[in-house]
């Protein structure tokens, strides 16, 4: 080892680990941050690059995983769970129907569905002959006891956080249908899963950080002169870290086209030339558009797969086009002319109105289907909000390409070929599998999977052909394909990206040069 090159190569980070810490010591991110004053992404650079260099070790890995109150968490905490205010009007004030409850407890109608369900199996409400809902006088089941409990606990814990390693077997039972790892569906708890790493010097080490003090390195050095110490006088007192004028300058590169952007325009000139005409909509929907003509109940969990952005101010929109909302509303509640029997609740018009950001693209191929020409191919590139959990591979804010064929001779077959097609000849991917898959708003409903070199095997999107429920209630009486890629991830493959952040990275020159080299 070069022991002066390593040096040259040292930042203050590593420095001040290099001298402070011998072999014998368990280093940690913790560690850092209260011995050396660190924040958690200095202590993970510093160890990131004595690994590099080979200066430190893992030694071992441990996981957690915390359970953290949510704003809603704090609301049931001194309003009470949905049951609980059921329960308790119901008690006081005799049977009701769905659409009362929801008016006199001023919460929604798919919410007093979701309680209801629950509770009438386990024998704590009933519905009576006249299709509303009573008390049978059972009391609340553990589960709400539990529940109220851990909220309880959660609040009065250090940040409001409670770790899995300390419930018991039934608080970990409850805990499960209490939160969710990704998204702001109201549920009290919100799971965050952590690791942590242990690191220790190698003996390679000794020789570097003795030579860091026979040379009078502190990791004290200045690293850039501020105005305010140019003003004290303050930089005159100090020792400067050295600069190496050999590393070459930024490149300057004249305008063009984001990368990103070239791709989506790709894919356009790609589908058109296939024959496909274009649709688009606005960013803001309605849930009718987003979620009820697309057969999802408005009760059901099928809702939670889609975290949204609800509008503040208008919170609903004046009125839904008609006959599309009797359509709709007709096929929920009793199959309408579908030839099924819906999904046997009282559709909630005041619901349906509410308006929120797009969720997913699927609402265009809604709003085309009854302007759509028989035979017909239409596809859309949208952009999509939906409450996530940022990572390589998921945005809050991303772009879908969603499309539908529709005629009397297309079916599963003509469906696989067009995902073979984005998979391929699109994404470049050369590893593609398909996985059964639920959508309520097809039938049947699959996966398509691409393998990418650094990130293994992840979801493409989903496809399907639509259900009679959502065709029929649009006026279309043949069948029709339906996509939903994540366009975003399709172009990972095609720009050699390993990262969904990086597209819209401020770092645009990385992306060119990953593309380059693809």
Same mark, same amino acid.
């Not at 990103?260 to 790709?266: H, I, K």
């Not at 590139?381 to 999509?384: E, P, Q, T």
């Given at each position: 080892?070069?022991?002066?090159?390593?040096?040259?190569?040292?930042?203050?980070?590593?420095?001040?680990?290099?001298?402070?810490?011998?072999?014998?010591d368990?280093?940690?991110s913790?560690?850092?941050?209260?011995?050396l004053?660190?924040?958690?992404?200095?202590?993970?650079?510093?160890?990131?690059?004595?690994?590099?260099k080979?200066?430190?070790?893992?030694?071992?890995?441990?996981?957690?995983?915390?359970?953290?109150?949510?704003?809603?968490?704090?609301?049931?905490?001194s309003?009470?769970?949905?049951?609980?205010?059921?329960?308790?009007l119901?008690?006081?004030? &005799?049977?009701?129907?769905?659409?009362?409850?929801?008016?006199?407890l001023?919460?929604? &109608?798919?919410?007093?569905?979701?309680a209801?369900?629950?509770?009438s199996k386990?024998?704590?409400?009933?519905m009576?002959?006249?299709?509303?809902?009573?008390a049978?006088?059972?009391?609340?089941?553990?589960?709400?006891?539990?529940?109220?409990?851990?909220?309880?606990?959660?609040?009065?814990?250090?940040?409001?956080?409670?770790?899995?390693?300390d419930?018991?077997e039934?608080e970990?039972?409850?805990?499960?249908?209490?939160?969710?790892?990704?998204?702001?569906?109201?549920?009290?708890?919100?799971?965050?899963?952590?690791?942590?790493?242990?690191y220790?010097?190698?003996?390679?080490?000794?020789?570097?950080?003795?030579?860091?003090?026979? #040379?009078?390195?502190?990791?004290?050095?200045?690293?850039?002169?501020?105005?305010?110490?140019?003003?004290?006088?303050?930089?005159?007192?100090?020792?400067?870290?050295?600069?190496?004028?050999?590393?070459?300058?930024?490149?300057?590169?004249?305008?063009?086209?984001?990368p990103?952007?070239?791709?989506?325009?790709?894919v356009?000139?790609?589908?058109?030339?296939?024959?496909?005409?274009?649709?688009?909509?606005?960013?803001v929907?309605?849930?009718f558009?987003?979620?009820? #003509?697309l057969?999802?109940?408005?009760?059901?969990?099928?809702?939670?797969?889609?975290?949204?952005?609800?509008?503040?101010?208008?919170?609903? #929109?004046?009125?839904?086009?008609?006959?599309?909302?009797?359509?709709?509303?007709?096929?929920?509640?009793?199959?309408?002319?579908? &030839?099924?029997?819906g999904?046997?609740?009282?559709?909630?018009?005041?619901?349906?109105?509410?308006?929120?950001?797009?969720?997913?693209?699927?609402?265009?191929?809604?709003?085309?289907?009854?302007?759509?020409?028989?035979?017909?191919?239409?596809f859309g590139?949208?952009?999509?909000f939906?409450?996530?959990?940022?990572?390589?591979?998921?945005?809050?804010?991303?772009?879908?390409?969603e499309?539908?064929?529709?005629?009397?001779?297309?079916?599963?077959?003509?469906?696989?070929?067009?995902? /073979?097609?984005?998979?391929?000849?699109?994404?470049?991917?050369?590893?593609?599998?398909?996985?059964?898959?639920?959508?309520?708003?097809? /039938?049947?409903?699959?996966?398509?999977?691409?393998?990418?070199?650094?990130l293994?095997?992840?979801?493409? &999107?989903?496809?399907g052909?639509f259900?009679?429920?959502?065709?029929?209630?649009?006026?279309?009486d043949?069948?029709?394909?339906?996509w939903?890629?994540?366009?975003?991830?399709m172009?990972?493959?095609?720009?050699?990206?390993?990262?969904?952040?990086?597209?819209?990275?401020?770092?645009? /020159?990385r992306?060119?040069?990953?593309?380059?080299?693809?």
């Open positions: 080892m070069d022991i002066s090159s390593v040096i040259k190569n040292l930042h203050p980070l590593e420095t001040k680990v290099l001298l402070r810490y011998g072999l014998k368990e280093l940690t913790a560690k850092l941050q209260s011995e004053g660190y924040k958690e992404g200095h202590a993970n650079q510093a160890f990131s690059w004595l690994m590099g080979e200066l430190l070790s893992e030694v071992a890995r441990t996981p957690h995983t915390y359970y953290e109150l949510t704003d809603f968490g704090r609301k049931v905490q309003e009470g769970f949905v049951e609980e205010k059921i329960v308790s119901l008690q006081k004030e &005799g049977a009701k129907s769905m659409p009362e409850i929801a008016a006199a001023n919460i929604e &109608g798919k919410d007093v569905g979701s209801f369900g629950p509770l386990e024998g704590v409400l009933q009576n002959a006249e299709k509303k809902a009573e049978t006088g059972k009391p609340l089941p553990q589960r709400i006891t539990v529940a109220k409990a851990l909220v309880q606990k959660a609040a009065a814990a250090e940040n409001a956080t409670l770790d899995a390693k419930l018991s039934e970990k039972q409850v805990m499960a249908g209490l939160t969710k790892k990704r998204g702001v569906s109201e549920t009290p708890f919100r799971t965050i899963e952590r690791e942590t790493v242990v220790k010097l190698k003996e390679a080490f000794e020789k570097v950080a003795e030579a860091l003090k026979k #040379a009078g390195v502190t990791g004290n050095e200045i690293g850039e002169i501020t105005p305010a110490m140019l003003a004290s006088g303050e930089w005159k007192k100090g020792t400067f870290r050295g600069y190496n004028i050999g590393v070459p300058p930024a490149r300057i590169i004249p305008g063009r086209t984001n990103y952007v070239q791709f989506l325009e790709s356009k000139d790609k589908l058109c030339s296939l024959g496909f005409e274009e649709f688009d909509g606005p960013l929907e309605t849930e558009w987003n979620g009820d #003509a057969f999802m109940p408005q009760f059901h969990a099928a809702r939670d797969i889609h975290d949204v952005y609800r509008i503040k101010n208008p919170t609903h #929109a004046k009125a839904i086009e008609e006959p599309y909302l009797s359509n709709v509303k007709a096929v929920h509640e009793n199959g309408g002319n579908s &030839g099924s029997r999904w046997n609740y009282q559709f909630d018009n005041e619901f349906t109105r509410r308006l929120i950001l797009r969720s997913q693209g699927t609402v265009l191929s809604a709003h085309q289907l009854h302007k759509a020409k028989i035979p017909g191919k239409y590139i949208a952009r999509c939906r409450y996530d959990k940022v990572d390589a591979t998921h945005l809050s804010d991303f772009y879908q390409t499309g539908i064929v529709l005629g009397n001779d297309v079916n599963l077959r003509t469906l696989l070929g067009f995902l /073979e097609m984005f998979a391929k000849e699109i994404a470049g991917a050369t590893e593609v599998k398909y996985v059964p898959g639920y959508f309520p708003f097809t /039938e049947p409903s699959i996966e398509v999977h691409i393998k990418h070199p650094k293994g095997w992840f979801e493409l &999107g989903g496809s052909i259900r009679p429920e959502v065709t029929k209630a649009m006026g279309i043949v069948p029709v394909l339906a939903g890629i994540g366009i975003d991830r172009a990972l493959m095609a720009l050699g990206l390993n990262d969904l952040r990086e597209l819209f990275s401020e770092d645009i /020159e992306v060119r040069l990953r593309k380059a080299k693809f």
